[in-house]
């Protein structure tokens, strides 16, 4: 499986930015899909996941700012960022499980103040 994911960047506190990120390959079936982050210094965190049911859970730092969707057809998950801060300034994973965990290869956000 290979992950490709897109849409960091720089952008001001307050800003928004979607990410995104497409599975390809040979695979059964992806279970949960999700995002997760490092910050500098940090370990990485789970940011957000949705299952294949569509159920979501999310880290309290980003509840009411964050949505994942994923689209089961097309194999994707997306990550719509909202009203975003200054320590939401990190690098961005998206994760895929199969039987197996995948990751992206990570992409940059910076949020300035």
């Not at 290979?2 to 040979?26: D, E, H, M, N, P």
């Not at 880290?59 to 969707?69: C, E």
Request: hydrophobic share 30%.
């Amino acid at each position: 499986v290979q992950l490709q994911a897109s849409g960091g960047g720089l952008v001001q506190a307050g800003g928004s930015l979607r990410l995104s990120c497409a599975a390809s390959g040979t695979f059964f079936r992806i279970n949960d899909m999700g995002w997760y982050r490092q910050a500098p210094g940090k370990q990485r965190e789970l940011v957000t996941s949705i299952t294949s049911g569509g159920s979501t859970n999310y880290a309290d730092s980003v509840k009411g700012r964050f949505t994942i969707s994923r689209d089961n057809a097309k194999n994707t998950v997306d990550l719509q960022m909202n009203d975003l801060k200054p320590e939401d300034t990190a690098v961005y994973y998206c994760n895929v499980r199969t039987s197996f965990d995948y990751w992206g290869q990570g992409t940059l956000v910076t949020v300035s103040s």
